[in-house]
């Protein structure tokens, strides 16, 4: 016999099992879904941040907001990460994800207080997300590219609330138009292709978009012209100077007269590889890498603006813009890899040189100048408009559209009900539930314009169960009315990619029963 006990674990590890593992996780996604919830939709509030160093950020954005707040337990973890991939995979909605999978879970504690196994539950959610997605998928409507008012509309229903308010009449135009032009020749939209760049001063109606490249490099030179125009472009990713030997070599010079043989030797080198660009007709260099004194001087002579030290970004920019190729041996430089641009010049900002490569023809990227008063201002404003292209470029890449103002989460609502119908016992509970989640979604937006939710609960359902399948919340009027007339309509992509990606959280936070968590190791040295 040996009734020594079994050690499995050291004893320095915290574990929750059974219902204490369930309730602890489903409490903290539960209070990071109250962070986000009153910032829901265009009447929702501003949380202001404080880091610890200090520095201030006011924001309506849910993804800003879970980033920045240092989380540690868990599964609030798990809620922050949706918020993450929602903004990286489809840029918005990421308040609604969160906010459902919140719900989703206070709902299942429900079922739980009811003796309802885990697994049930889960297997509930999972059909009912697979159905939401169907039905979703059928409601959804097809809108033309070519209707520049609906893309516009898109971006403003995205601004909404976003502090960018007053001006999204401009904000939604530029957007609409950076990305139309990216997207003309590809249907593979990617966002980095449009520069976002913001200047303190002046106000946002004076935002505009550049058909190029700005880039915050002033030109290497004095002597080099302030601006050339419709210049043949050079892009280099070699550097234009003499590479210092990787290894400490030593080079014993015993004469002034064979200093100056080295000296000559390194500036023919820098002579002929300056010439190679000359040759080309070119007059503008951007250059990844370092422009040597001596190449500088040969540059400004030729009346060539160049710029080093270009980041790899913009270079890529720069070649979608112009079209130029980005060369990395100079003997492989010749026409075909020359790009053009209306002008090349330098511009005062802010106390600042930077550089504008403008007027490209059919560029594949293009900037977007952001002006304003105050930086927080600023800041909120670029995170508008980045929700903004998000949801303009979902649309373009889908064609799909749905109704906004709580008006598609009735509908689903409804139509999910119906369904479970057909399904038997507990499952079916689940599924309610799941419907009853997805209601949350209008309650919140009209609990956050202090209107009355109950009521306008109410009344949206009732109009849903008579047919009227758009009739959602106007909060710019209060009304209750049909969205898609009155053009809040947002993509189906984001709402598809909210949906799912909450249900599959809550999923994954319903599953676990134990949760065993080593504490953070002791100071050794102690
Ligand atoms: P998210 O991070 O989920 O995108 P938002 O704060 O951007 O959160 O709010 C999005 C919600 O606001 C969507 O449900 C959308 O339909 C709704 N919404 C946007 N504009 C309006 C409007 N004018 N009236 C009513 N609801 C609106
Ligand atoms: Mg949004």
Request: proline fraction near 3%; charge should be negative.
């Amino acid at each position: 016999m040996n009734d020594k006990p079994v050690v499995l674990m050291p004893e320095d590890v915290d574990r929750l099992l059974g219902k204490d593992a369930q309730r602890s996780n489903i409490l903290a996604a539960k209070m990071i879904a109250d962070i986000v919830r009153t910032t829901l939709g265009p009447k929702g509030m501003d949380k202001m941040l404080v880091s610890s160093n200090g520095e201030v950020i006011v924001t309506n954005d849910g993804a800003t907001i879970l980033d920045e707040m240092d989380i540690e337990h868990p599964a609030a973890k798990m809620m922050v990460e949706i918020a993450k991939t929602q903004e990286l995979e489809v840029g918005d909605g990421t308040t609604t994800a969160v906010m459902l999978a919140g719900k989703l879970l206070e709902n299942a504690e429900k079922l739980l207080d009811s003796k309802i196994h885990p697994t049930i539950i889960t297997k509930g959610y999972k059909i009912a997300n697979e159905k939401v997605q169907e039905i979703l998928k059928e409601i959804s409507l097809r809108i033309s590219f070519e209707d520049e008012e609906v893309l516009k509309q898109i971006a403003i229903t995205a601004m909404t609330g976003k502090g960018a308010e007053g001006s999204k009449e401009k904000l939604s135009s530029l957007v609409v138009k950076a990305l139309r032009q990216i997207s003309k020749h590809t249907k593979k939209i990617n966002l980095d292709d449009i520069k976002i760049m913001k200047f303190r001063g002046g106000s946002v109606e004076n935002s505009k978009i550049i058909y190029g490249v700005v880039l915050d490099k002033e030109k290497v030179s004095d002597d080099m012209p302030a601006s050339v125009f419709d210049p043949k472009i050079v892009l280099l990713d070699c550097a234009l100077e003499i590479q210092n030997p990787e290894i400490d070599t030593r080079i014993s010079i015993t004469s002034p007269e064979q200093l100056q043989d080295y000296l000559s030797q390194e500036q023919k080198i820098i002579k002929q590889m300056v010439e190679k660009i000359i040759h080309t007709g070119a007059k503008a260099v951007f250059c990844q890498k370092g422009i040597d004194e001596y190449a500088q001087y040969l540059l400004s002579k030729a009346g060539i603006y160049a710029c080093r030290r270009v980041s790899r970004s913009d270079m890529e920019r720069l070649a979608k813009a112009t079209g130029a190729k980005i060369v990395s041996n100079l003997d492989e430089l010749g026409m075909e890899e020359l790009g053009t641009a209306h002008r090349v010049l330098e511009v005062v900002q802010e106390d600042e040189k930077i550089t504008f490569v403008d007027g490209c023809r059919d560029p594949k990227s293009v900037t977007i100048l952001l002006y304003g008063g105050a930086e927080h201002v600023l800041d909120e404003t670029e995170r508008a408009v980045i929700d903004a292209l998000g949801d303009v470029s979902a649309v373009l890449k889908s064609g799909l559209v749905v109704a906004g103002g709580g008006a598609v989460e009735i509908e689903l609502a409804k139509r999910l009900r119906d369904f479970a119908n057909s399904l038997n016992g507990r499952i079916q509970l689940a599924v309610l539930e799941f419907a009853s989640a997805l209601e949350s979604i209008p309650e919140a937006l009209a609990e956050n314009a202090g209107l009355d939710p109950i009521d306008i609960l109410t009344e949206l359902k009732t109009r849903h169960n008579s047919g009227e399948r758009n009739i959602g919340l106007n909060l710019l009027t209060d009304n209750i009315e049909d969205v898609l007339q009155s053009r809040i309509i947002e993509p189906y992509s984001v709402k598809s990619q909210a949906i799912n990606s909450a249900s599959e959280v809550a999923i994954m936070i319903l599953r676990i029963d134990d949760v065993i968590a080593s504490k953070p190791k002791q100071n050794s040295t102690e």
